[in-house]
Structures are given as structure tokens and as C-alpha cells.
């Protein structure tokens, strides 16, 4: 969102408040979660690797400011939302084995799992005291509350999906339908709040933040769902993680579609021992053949139909509605 270009470097200035703390070089926990957040390197020296996309912080401005409200008002909040998304971040590349994001090594091919763990529990904490900043920027005591119950709310939510999602690696087959409910929680939901939470700093009526959190919620599916497709046909190079949903036998849409063309072998193949290269790419040409690629992109139109049907029915300005069009333009194609 172009319109918001000055507001992500100001998150990016809460967040650093919060996070990063102490002396150059940061040392121990400190560096650990600032190494995570893009603010230094391994040894706690400043870097200039990427800090990520900004996008559930720029949602909640971009909402807020749409609906009226002034999203220098919202900015403690939208470095909350970013603190959630990075913690559960922390832990998902503990539990999926994930050895790069953004191209470098994640927090636990570092440090290990234990001591991820111990920042990751630090980075939640973070984010509730960002909530409280809110206070700082005159919102009123009982919207702050409104706000953290909604946040802690979408975080249990969260934790729901992330539960339903590991459960699935067990399972020899998942229907689209559980797929679909893991993926409400692990990342619709706090896509929903990030809307959710701007409209709540921008107005007092529950019928926008209740749109608010429908556009957000599908613009969240679709984003999940695009991921799914960049896990098994993204560049490395460009995701910025490594592509090897296949690799773990992760259940993600493309291999829920798979097992519902050919759950016999493909169930067979899932109680194997981990797969091989040879093995994934003749699934992944499998794949290709059965049109499970386009299956995939048409699930995600559909959510991403529904966001721009939510989209209307806000009370946004034009200049608003078109920066918000422009998002799910980029969604429906992007590779990262």
C-alpha cells in the first residue's frame, strides 16, 4: 500500500523500542529475538536483512485510516499484531524443521530448540506490551482491554489451527474441509484481527468491525492458500524460505487435493519413510498432470472473491477501496 509507505518504517520504530534493547552488540535472549525481527545479525550487530512484509501491521493502519481514524493512533497496535505473527513464526520453524526464512537461518538452526522456545515466550510478551502502549496515544482504557481480548482471542485461535495442523502429519488422509478449518485459525484469523482491531481505533460500529474482520478473514485464506502453492511451486530464491512442504509430507492443499484424486497411493506413499528428491518430483509432476495446481489457484479466487464482495459492502473511501483492490491484485499473483 503505497499510501502507507511512511507508517511501516514507524512500526518498525515501535518494534524496536520493544525488542531490541541494550547495548551494541545485543547479547544472549535479546539478540535472539532481534536476530528474529531482522534488527541484527547473529552476533547482535545491526543488519540490514530483510524485516519482513509488514503485512498484518499495514492492514490494521490501512483499516483504521479507511474507516476515519488516525493510524498514527493505531501504531502501537499494528506492532502488536507483527510481534503475534513473529512468535508464532519462531515456533512453526521449530515444529515444521524449517532451516531458512527470509534467506538466513532461522532462530532454532541457531540457537537450538530449547532456547528458541524461551524467546519465542518472550516475543509474546512483547506483543501484550505493545498493547498497552496504546495508552501512550490517548486511546481510551476500555477500547485497550477490547483490543487485547480480541488479540488473545485470535492467538488461542491460532494455536487451534497450529494444533489441527501438526495433527494432520499422523493422519493418512485430511478432508479440504478440516484443511480449510486449520487454516481459518492458523492464518485467517489474525489476517481478521489485523482489520479487525484498525476499525475498532477508527469507529464505534460493530457492523464495519464486523466487515473488517470478514475482509481480513479471507484475505488471510487466500494469503495461506498461495503459500500452499510457493511450498511445493515457489522459487527458494524468491519465498525466501526453503520450498519443502512435499519433502515433509506436509498437508497442505495441493497434497489434500492429491489424496482426494488418489487416496490409495498417495496414502501408501505418506506412511513411507521421508521422502526422497526422486520421489517428490515425480509427485510433483503427478501433480501438474492432474491439474492440482489450478485447483489450488481456484480455491484461493474464491476467497479472494469474497474479500472484494466484503470490500464493498465497507463504508471506505474510493482512494481507500483502490489501495485495498491493489492488495488482493497482488495476492491473486504473488511469489513471495
Not at 120 to 132: D, K, N, P
Amino acid at each position: 500500500m503505497n499510501i502507507l509507505d511512511g507508517y511501516r518504517a514507524k512500526v518498525e520504530d515501535e518494534l524496536r523500542l520493544l525488542v531490541q534493547k541494550g547495548s551494541t552488540p545485543l547479547l544472549g535472549l535479546d539478540t535472539m529475538n532481534a536476530y528474529h525481527m531482522g534488527f541484527c545479525d547473529r552476533d547482535g550487530n545491526p543488519s540490514d536483512s530483510s524485516k519482513g512484509k509488514y503485512l498484518r501491521p499495514l492492514f490494521c493502519l490501512a483499516m483504521c485510516a479507511g474507516l476515519g481514524g488516525d493510524p498514527e493512533q493505531a501504531i502501537p497496535a499494528a506492532a502488536a499484531l507483527e510481534l503475534v505473527h513473529r512468535t508464532s513464526l519462531i515456533f512453526d520453524d521449530i515444529q515444521d524443521k524449517g532451516q531458512e526464512r527470509n534467506n538466513q537461518p532461522t532462530v532454532w538452526a541457531i540457537w537450538g530448540a530449547n532456547q528458541t522456545i524461551n524467546g519465542g515466550l518472550a516475543l509474546s510478551c512483547y506483543a501484550r506490551l505493545a498493547v498497552h502502549r496504546l495508552t501512550l496515544r490517548n486511546v481510551p482504557n476500555a477500547k485497550v482491554l477490547g483490543i487485547q481480548s480480541v488479540l488473545e482471542n485470535a492467538v488461542i485461535d491460532l494455536c487451534h489451527g497450529q494444533y489441527m495442523d501438526i495433527s494432520f502429519v499422523d493422519a493418512i488422509t485430511v478432508s479440504v474441509e478440516d484443511y480449510l478449518q486449520m487454516v481459518r485459525g492458523k492464518t485467517g484469523t489474525l489476517f481478521a484481527t489485523s482489520c479487525a482491531v484498525g476499525a475498532m481505533l477508527a469507529t464505534p460500529e460493530q457492523d464495519e468491525v464486523s466487515l473488517a474482520w470478514e475482509f481480513g478473514l479471507n484475505i488471510g485464506m487466500a494469503f495461506q492458500i498461495r503459500d500452499d502453492y510457493l511450498g511445493v511451486w515457489g522459487n527458494e530464491a524468491v519465498v525466501g524460505k526453503t520450498a519443502n512442504d512435499l519433502v515433509e509430507k506436509k498437508r497442505s492443499l495441493p497434497l489434500v487435493l492429491a489424496l482426494q484424486i488418489d487416496p490409495d497411493t498417495i496414502g501408501g506413499w505418506l506412511k513411507h519413510s521421508p521422502a526422497n528428491e526422486n520421489e517428490v518430483r515425480i509427485l510433483k509432476g503427478w501433480m501438474e498432470e492432474k491439474g492440482i495446481p489450478e485447483q489450488v489457484n481456484k480455491v484461493e479466487r474464491r476467497f479472494i472473491k469474497h474479500a472484494r464482495e466484503n470490500l464493498k459492502a465497507l463504508s471506505l473511501g474510493q482512494e481507500w477501496q483502490d489501495q485495498f483492490e491493489e492488495v488482493l491484485s497482488f495476492l491473486a499473483e504473488r511469489k513471495i
